[in-house]
């Protein structure tokens, strides 16, 4: 039997924008824009330049613009310039709404509500869990199943479920949902491509440092819900390591990650937008890597080797530490974690780091101090021939206590008293 002519459709999904993250270094002085969010907005443009290039059939952002869902009007002008490219180029795209998007407070509108309000051409926001056929989206030939982030109260009100037992609401939540988009998978066209999207965490999936958890209303899909044969493509938005919790297995179940590196836990993630061919049975998936994102670079010293058994200086710590810096440090954000003897601390030059550091975009120094958890008993005593006036004096000596000698005279006289 010959087997049906199923459309191909060219998908481009990313998520986790987060443009305004403005968290690391200076304003450029022609725009006034944070130099950072001018980092997330290069990222951006890059994405709508390969939609707009690449012609295509659909573009898909699993959630999160901004950082939460109250931008300052100026980065909302810079996200909607780069929306409304995609609409200007009649390119279909969805926007679904993350947990950075949506206000906690029931009927305030969500980060992205303009999209909606305007009607812009192309541009649809999905704020609800929904099942989109193709006169839903322009009539491209696929079919879409949105799950975008949603609270448990929102949810509850959705499926129209009572809140006379929580507890039993909360522990069943997950299958109503599963038991939705199994309704979804049920109404769809089975000659069309079937599309899951969703701002939500997955059983099994690796988190990256970034995990902004609403306490008691994340919602976690079940492995068996994304993982459904009958789906071609998942397109999933919230974590911010890149993976395919489906690897190697149909369907693809894509975290694309954040479009540029948030902080020093994504350091050693690259950044990808993804171009997926979907068709019945069969995608194949191209991860984009985004060239040109601002580099994260974290060191680790420790003084302790360096200055035990002998007297350290200035010019020798400040030495050591320059070479555990890397030796390319042009634009990068840079994190040097120190560890010493608290009684070192005079001895780490921080303004000549800095100095030696002034090619880096941003330069932290994080100085983590160590106490010395033990007092050296001097060499040929046991603890128990010494009298408890004796371990005293040698506490205070070896803590440099101020007073020592009075503080020893009042032990001596509680000591006295007590005997």
Do not use: C
């Not at 079919?143 to 929580?166: F, H, K, Y």
């Not at 997955?202 to 789906?231: C, H, I, Q």
């Not at 560890?339 to 975009?361: G, H, M, N, V």
């Amino acid at each position: 039997t010959q087997l049906p002519n199923y459309p191909t459709m060219k998908l481009l999904h990313f998520a986790d924008a987060h443009i305004d993250m403005a968290n690391y270094g200076r304003h450029d002085p022609e725009t006034g824009l944070p130099l950072r969010v001018l980092d997330f907005l290069k990222s951006l443009d890059t994405i709508v330049d390969a939609a707009i290039s690449q012609r295509v059939d659909l573009v898909i952002f699993a959630g999160d613009a901004y950082k939460d869902r109250s931008p300052a009007p100026t980065f909302q002008r810079e996200w909607g310039k780069r929306i409304m490219r995609l609409s200007q180029a009649k390119i279909p795209t969805l926007l679904l709404i993350g947990n950075h998007d949506l206000s906690p407070a029931i009927g305030r509108a969500h980060a992205i509500q303009e999209f909606d309000t305007l009607q812009v051409p192309f541009i649809k926001v999905l704020d609800k869990p929904q099942f989109l056929k193709p006169e839903d989206l322009w009539d491209v030939p696929v079919q879409i199943i949105a799950m975008p982030w949603i609270t448990r109260s929102a949810m509850m009100a959705n499926l129209e479920m009572s809140a006379v037992d929580t507890t039993e609401i909360f522990s069943n939540l997950e299958s109503r949902i599963s038991s939705l988009v199994e309704e979804y998978i049920n109404e769809a066209d089975k000659s069309l491509p079937l599309i899951l999207t969703a701002h939500a965490s997955v059983e099994g999936a690796t988190f990256g440092a970034e995990r902004m958890v609403m306490l008691g209303s994340d919602l976690v899909l079940p492995t068996s819900l994304v993982k459904d044969p009958r789906l071609d493509y998942v397109a999933m938005g919230h974590i911010h390591k890149p993976q395919d919790v489906n690897e190697g297995n149909h369907p693809p179940v894509i975290y694309p990650g954040s479009i540029e590196r948030i902080d020093f836990g994504e350091a050693k993630d690259d950044k990808f937008y993804i171009i997926a061919e979907v068709e019945r049975g069969n995608t194949k998936v191209e991860w984009k890597k985004i060239e040109g994102t601002r580099r994260f670079i974290e060191r680790r010293a420790s003084l302790m080797p360096v200055l035990s058994g002998g007297e350290g200086s200035n010019e020798n710590v400040t030495e050591f530490l320059k070479s555990q810096l890397p030796k390319d440090m042009s634009d990068a954000i840079i994190k040097l974690v120190v560890e010493y003897p608290r009684e070192w601390d005079a001895l780490i030059d921080e303004s000549a780091l800095r100095k030696f550091a002034a090619d880096a975009f941003e330069f932290h120094l994080v100085k983590k101090p160590k106490i010395e958890a033990r007092v050296r008993i001097p060499e040929g005593q046991v603890v128990s021939s010494m009298s408890p006036l004796d371990l005293l004096a040698q506490y205070f000596d070896s803590s440099k206590v101020n007073d020592a000698d009075e503080l020893q005279k009042l032990a001596r006289e509680i000591i006295s008293e007590e005997g």
